[in-house]
């Protein structure tokens, strides 16, 4: 879908009508997000596969991913539209050289709601990755220590 909305939106912003222009902008954000809070849920996972392998039983665990994947970023989007919807459109042609594109105008309103948002996404994922990384090394200096001591 982020894909979809992306191509169109060139041609959609083409129109002039400034409620179809918010409108694209905010899938175009919704699935961006969306997309990012998939990856996040999915170094979780990871996370639960190979560190706590034994003894995880998550009640619902595919709702509660389904909630967070697709509700977290619904919240984002909710609390700019709430805040105010003119953030999204295509602007002017004199503010804005790239006003064939239905986005986020603010930038005060992107870079928190976009950057901080992927940025957190990233810390996590990056801690994910190295506590995954730390596990897999500690269970291979394990088994090798096994093996020495069974070759004896």
């Not at 706590?52 to 609390?79: D, E, Q």
């Not at 994922?125 to 730390?134: E, K, R, S, W, Y």
Request: charged residues 10%; hydrophobic residues 55%; glycine residues 4%.
């Amino acid at each position: 879908m982020l894909n979809m909305v992306f191509l169109m939106n060139s041609w959609l912003s083409s129109f002039n009508q400034p409620g179809l222009c918010v409108t694209v902008a905010v899938l175009l954000h919704y699935f961006l997000l969306a997309a990012f809070t998939w990856m996040c849920l999915e170094s979780v996972h990871f996370y639960l596969a190979l560190v706590k392998v034994f003894n995880v039983y998550v009640p619902k665990y595919i709702l509660k991913c389904c909630i967070a994947g697709w509700g977290i970023p619904a919240v984002v989007i909710t609390v700019v539209l709430i805040i105010n919807k003119d953030f999204y459109g295509n602007g002017s042609p004199e503010s804005n050289p790239f006003s064939n594109f239905c986005w986020i105008q603010e930038n005060t309103v992107f870079y928190i709601s976009v950057v901080a948002y992927v940025f957190l996404i990233f810390l996590t994922n990056t801690a994910m990755f190295i506590t995954v990384l730390l596990q897999i090394q500690s269970v291979k200096s394990r088994t090798q220590k096994i093996s020495r001591f069974w070759k004896r």
